[in-house]
């Protein structure tokens, strides 16, 4: 039986028992506590915990889950695994155990041809808590199961509760008996690997109050309604049913398996003993195997590879199987090559693999594009990194890893796993004090602005008042109270001329800096006090303070206060942040839906936006997008603001930020109705021809994955078209050409300029050429070879380094030296280049030009690399030329043979 034909089986049982079959959620979990959905019954959460009303009171579903907390063991033994299927049936307050028992032991033992799985009783085991005495008495006297089959076991193994106070309760666990060459006899209770558990069944009949660990907890009673919470592992089953050993074997999952062996040209044997030749290989094409997969489903549920969240354990799993597939001799990309085979194993379960596999190709072998770059980048600057941890003390520098991840993009977890790999450790406490003090850096000037204290309990006493007021999405101005004055994080009677506060207000028109809108400026004034505001943050969710200088007066807190926004600069700001959805609703028009949002800012008459996106837009799509844009301003839509439930937003179908976690109310910007739908608390425009004109000022990338759009609009729109227009007026006047003859004279004149810098190159390296020659006096002899080490000087670029050490060593061979060694640093933009060139005699004589390379980069703080006879590398120390030049030359002699 394949695999989707045992979700139809088990959803095609359960509804002709009156449960309402349940559409997989998505993998994306619905639970804010959760990054993705690791069972079965996250979806059903809410209804039994109580927090929502069910609206059937029994179902079924196959649930796509995905967990990664132990995903370096993936593949080290045949049992891990990221992605499974996790078929589950439920009951709510309607039956219990007396009915789910028996119909779990009618799916499992009914034919195949009469709508079961077809198992054999006599290979089935059971498991219930010790104090379960119902459970057992319905396998045994209803079912049939005897007795001798049905073992109890602890709390340890057979109760379910949440890990806190709540809903809990026994489970009882159904076992297949794969046969005696599996392990030994006696039941579950003596080996799992032979008993393999297929369906877990939890009883639901107890409020749990203290749990103080999953065998210690209080029953404090029974459920006013007992529920059923019951979950079998499709891919188990699979097992059973296909008649194979493992999961990475089930027909989902194998033909990627047999796929990635093909290319690597490899035989899988399905080994789980490290001291197996074939160990290291198996691990790897189930590695492939698995994340293959996982990629798949996350990227069809809407997941991108990103540095965050989601994100980021979608690129480690492409990561991961990428690099398991470099680690058998395939370098060339592998997804075209693999993905399509995941998807042909999948479709059958999930037919939106099939259907938007354009869309999830696209995005899967671009951050693979991506990641080969990022591998070539940094692996040989590893490389110098690991021969110096082994020369040293075996450990890689924390400075080594923080500089592999923040120049050539190195995540940690790489660099962990091939340091292992050539068994040098890394130091993780420092690379994570380096990340840390990094982050500190980056956020040192927002935290200012936010609180301008790192303490920021004394806003929160400020809060225990409740939330300061919005005014300002209906008024400019707000009469109000002063709740509270800080200087520096501490509150003060009053403030003075001159002083820089922040103030608190029990009402504001300010908008508070959030959702990529910039706060509002403007003035509180009272009774012999002027404030100017600066800024306007939240550092307590709820708490808007202002950042003020008193410019005339003492104010004291508790004063009666007006608050004034900078009308002209919010106007200019809305416009902005309206501008904002036009380009967003235009990306996705022109791209297709996956363009969603991944950051903002907006402000007075400029707005940038980040969408998730692998590939850099043409020139075409970009006018596209700046006139779809603009058609929406000239069509004078309207721009309309609903307060709803989280619910109603989601069926009016509002766009909603990946990963970002909202409340149960919340406000919903329409323009032109389902035009343009999205979750959103900023101030916005009455209709988009109050925006005037929007121009899309270019497009960049900032990350993989990631690209950035930034405009102008209103005023600042015409104005930057106006100065493009007086520079393209500039530009005829200077080439004599009209408008329309402006681009070719300009292409042509380029093309002069580069035939002069080709013309001075030659010149250049004619000149280097003649200073080398005056060097070949300077060759000696060290060991059996000829040693030529100098550092040349200034040159434009490593290639002209290159030319001279290769026209040196030939010149050395035609001088009669047998055994002939070049190495030469420059200094080329600021930095350090190594060159070094070998003959066959000196090869010979062991010494060869990539070992000598990556040891002058190691001490000019770089890397490099290259063949036996010719290498070349880098680094940022330009002090230790002459260091580096000594170290080959100790290298030259020591490395002969």
């Known amino acids: 039986m394949k695999s989707h034909e045992i979700a139809k089986t088990w959803t095609t049982f359960f509804e002709s028992k009156n449960h309402t079959v349940v559409p997989s959620a998505s993998l994306v979990s619905p639970d804010p506590s959760l990054l993705f959905t690791i069972a079965g019954m996250v979806p059903f959460i809410p209804y039994f915990l109580g927090q929502q009303t069910p609206p059937f009171s029994r179902a079924v579903s196959v649930q796509k889950c995905i967990r990664t907390a132990d995903i370096e063991e993936v593949g080290k033994t045949v049992r891990h695994g990221t992605f499974f299927q996790m078929c589950g049936n439920f009951s709510f307050g309607d039956y219990f155990k007396e009915t789910a028992i028996p119909m779990a032991w009618e799916l499992l033992t009914t034919s195949q041809a009469d709508g079961g799985f077809g198992l054999d009783p006599e290979r ?7 104090e379960d005495d119902e459970a057992e008495r319905i396998w045994r006297d209803v079912v049939g199961v005897p007795a001798e089959r049905i073992q109890r076991l602890g709390a340890a193994d057979n109760y379910w509760h949440t890990g806190g106070s709540g809903p809990g309760g026994p489970d009882s666990e159904i076992f297949y008996d794969r046969g005696p060459e599996y392990g030994l006899d006696g039941g579950p209770a003596v080996d799992d690997t032979r008993y393999i558990e297929i369906w877990n069944l939890v009883f639901m009949q107890y409020q749990l109050g203290e749990v103080r660990s999953a065998v210690d907890f209080d029953v404090i009673g029974e459920l006013k309604h007992k529920n059923i919470d019951t979950g079998m592992g499709l891919e188990r089953l699979a097992m059973i049913l296909q008649g194979v050993n493992n999961m990475y074997e089930t027909d989902q999952v194998r033909p990627v398996l047999d796929r990635a062996a093909e290319l690597a040209g490899k035989r899988y044997t399905s080994s789980e003993d490290p001291q197996d030749p074939s160990y290291d290989d198996d691990v790897r094409l189930r590695v492939v195997a698995d994340h293959i997969r996982s990629a798949l489903m996350l990227i069809s549920d809407g997941v991108v590879p990103g540095n965050e969240g989601g994100g980021y354990v979608l690129r480690r799993l492409i990561r991961r199987a990428v690099r398991a597939m470099r680690l058998m001799g395939v370098t060339e990309p592998v997804l075209p090559q693999l993905l399509p085979v995941s998807r042909d194993a999948m479709k059958g379960t999930y037919p939106v693999v099939e259907n938007d596999f354009e869309r999830i190709a696209r995005i899967a072998y671009a951050e693979e594009k991506a990641f080969l770059r990022t ?5 040989s600057r590893l490389e110098t990194a690991v021969s110096i941890a082994r020369a040293d003390n075996g450990t890689l520098s924390g400075a080594d890893a923080f500089e592999l991840h923040d120049t050539y993009g190195f995540p940690i977890d790489l660099t962990l796993e091939m340091a292992a790999e050539a068994g040098v450790s890394v130091n993780e406490t420092e690379f994570r004090r380096l990340m840390t003090e990094q982050r500190d850096r980056a956020r040192q000037d927002a935290k200012s602005k936010k609180a301008g204290h790192a303490d920021i309990s004394a806003y929160r006493e400020l809060h225990a008042a409740g939330d300061t007021v919005f005014t300002g999405y209906t008024e400019h101005t707000t009469e109000s109270q002063i709740r509270g004055l800080l200087l520096d994080g501490q509150p003060v009677g009053f403030g003075q001329s001159g002083q820089e506060l922040d103030v608190v207000l029990d009402a504001t028109p300010f908008y508070a800096e959030s959702g990529g809108q910039a706060a509002d400026t403007g003035l509180i004034t009272g009774d012999g006090f002027v404030l100017e505001v600066k800024d306007v943050q939240a550092p307590v969710k709820g708490l808007s303070v202002h950042r003020v200088v008193v410019k005339e007066g003492e104010v004291p807190a508790g004063a009666n206060a007006l608050g004034q926004i900078d009308l002209r600069r919010r106007l200019d700001a809305q416009k902005a942040h309206t501008g904002t959805h036009l380009i967003h609703s235009a990306l996705r028009q022109v791209l297709g839906n996956e363009a969603t949002q991944a950051g903002s800012f907006n402000k007075e008459g400029y707005l940038r936006f980040d969408f998730r996106w ?4 043409s020139d075409a799509a970009k006018q596209e997008v700046e006139e779809i844009a603009n058609l929406a301003i000239r069509d004078n839509h309207t721009v309309v603001t609903r307060e709803m439930s989280l619910d109603q937003a989601k069926e009016a179908g509002a766009m909603m930020l990946f990963g970002e976690k909202y409340g149960d109310q919340v406000r919903m910007v329409e323009i032109n109705g389902a035009w343009s ?5 900023g101030t916005h425009v009455g ?26 609009v209103g005023l600042d729109a015409f104005q930057h078209f106006a100065a493009e227009r007086t520079l393209l007026n500039q530009l005829t006047e200077m080439l004599k050409a009209p408008a329309d003859q402006v681009p070719d004279r300009v292409a042509a004149t380029l093309a002069k300029l580069r035939e002069v810098e080709k013309e001075l190159a030659t010149l250049r390296s004619a000149q ?18 000829t040693l030529l080490s100098r550092h040349l000087g200034a040159v434009a670029s490593a290639d002209d380094l290159r030319s001279v050490v290769m026209d040196l060593r030939a010149r050395l061979e035609q001088a009669g030296k047998e055994s002939v060694v070049v190495a030469m640093t420059a200094e080329s933009k600021g930095r350090p280049l190594v060159v070094v060139a070998t003959n066959q005699g000196a090869r010979d004589a062991g010494v060869k030009a990539g070992a000598l390379v990556k040891i002058a980069c190691g001490v000019l703080g770089g890397g490099g690399g290259g063949k036996d006879d010719l290498a070349q590398g880098g680094g940022s120390r330009l002090d230790q030329v002459e260091t580096a030049l000594q170290a080959l030359r100790d290298a030259t002699l020591q490395n002969q043979s």
Do not use: K
């Open 677 to 681: 739908r999205e979750l959103c608390g």
């Open 124 to 130: 089935l085991w059971v498991t219930v808590y010790e």
């Open 687 to 712: 209709a988009t021809t109050e925006i005037g004109t929007l121009a899309l000022l270019g497009e960049q990338s900032v990350g993989s994955g990631n690209r950035r759009v930034e405009a102008f």
């Open 614 to 617: 692998q590939d850099a837009l």
């Open 375 to 379: 591998i070539t980048a940094g692996t």
């Open 768 to 785: 280097l050429q003649a200073e080398a020659g005056r060097m070949l006096d300077a060759a000696e002899p060290v060991g059996s070879v």
